[in-house]
């Protein structure tokens, strides 16, 4: 049973434009919501993150939105730059051992 | 601070052989866990430590795999008789486990192949 899950495998946007990737969630015990960026070749990077607590969080570029009564998270990246290609894995954190369950990542690709 | 460190960065062995890794983590932080990913797939938890404490394993964690962290520093996680199933990305992470909540960094991870 996958509680995390990114439905769409890949996504390509033009340079400048907006990127959205989404994320749903079946665990209601999750408390925080992680996006982390993985180049090839390189472990996951953490992104930004979002406290169920809250409905939005931005860090520059990139903002996080959280709809707990959708189970539905949302990164959205604007501008889109071609150094943002790469694979997005959302993670969802729970527990006093604060492990992440992570979905399946999708591909972004960012055209020039 | 160089970040979580992996060792080493590919391995292959042969079925049946036995492989130990090593993990460095970010010197203040005093939780480590472990992970596993396979091809198109998202990591996937196997067990944790709070300082030498393991606190958690996965029920992915078989009975061929053993893990340690002595004095709460670095990590090393073995696997007994591998199997061409254990072929993954082996990915170890660590954070502060205090105040806060405090991500996960990770290391760039062990390849492991089984022939």
């Known amino acids: 049973d996958q509680q995390v899950k990114q439905n769409s495998p890949s996504l390509s946007v033009q340079e400048g434009r907006i990127s959205i990737l989404n994320c749903d969630y079946t665990?209601?015990?999750?408390?925080?919501f992680l996006w982390y960026k993985k180049y090839p070749a390189e472990g996951p990077t953490f992104l930004i993150s979002?406290?169920?607590?809250?409905d939005k969080n931005e860090d520059g570029r990139f903002t996080v939105f959280l709809n707990k009564s959708a189970k539905h998270l949302s990164l959205h990246i604007v501008p889109s730059q071609p150094g943002d290609s790469a694979v997005y894995f959302c993670?969802?954190?729970?527990?006093?051992?604060?492990?992440?369950?992570f979905g399946s990542g999708t591909q972004l690709t960012v055209l020039p | 601070d160089t970040g979580v460190s992996q060792d080493p960065r590919h391995k292959i062995t042969k079925r049946g052989q036995n492989v130990t890794f090593r993990c460095d983590p970010i010197?203040?932080?005093?939780?480590l866990y472990w992970y596993r990913q396979t091809l198109g797939q998202g990591p996937e938890f196997l067990t944790y430590?709070?300082?030498?404490?393991?606190?958690?394993k996965s029920r992915l964690l078989s009975d061929r795999f053993s893990a340690e962290r002595p004095k709460g520093s670095f990590s090393t996680l073995e696997i007994q008789r591998t199997e061409q199933g254990d072929s993954a990305m082996y990915l170890c992470?660590?954070?502060?486990?205090?105040?806060?909540?405090?991500?996960?960094?990770f290391g760039n991870g062990t390849r492991l192949t089984v022939t």
């Open positions: 010197s203040e932080h005093n939780r």
């Open positions: 665990n209601s015990m999750f408390d925080y």
């Open positions: 979002i406290s169920s607590i809250k």
């Open positions: 992470a660590s954070s502060l486990g205090q105040g806060a909540y405090s991500p996960l960094h």
């Open positions: 993670a969802a954190s729970s527990g006093s051992a604060r492990q992440l369950t």
């Open positions: 430590f709070q300082n030498e404490a393991q606190l958690e």
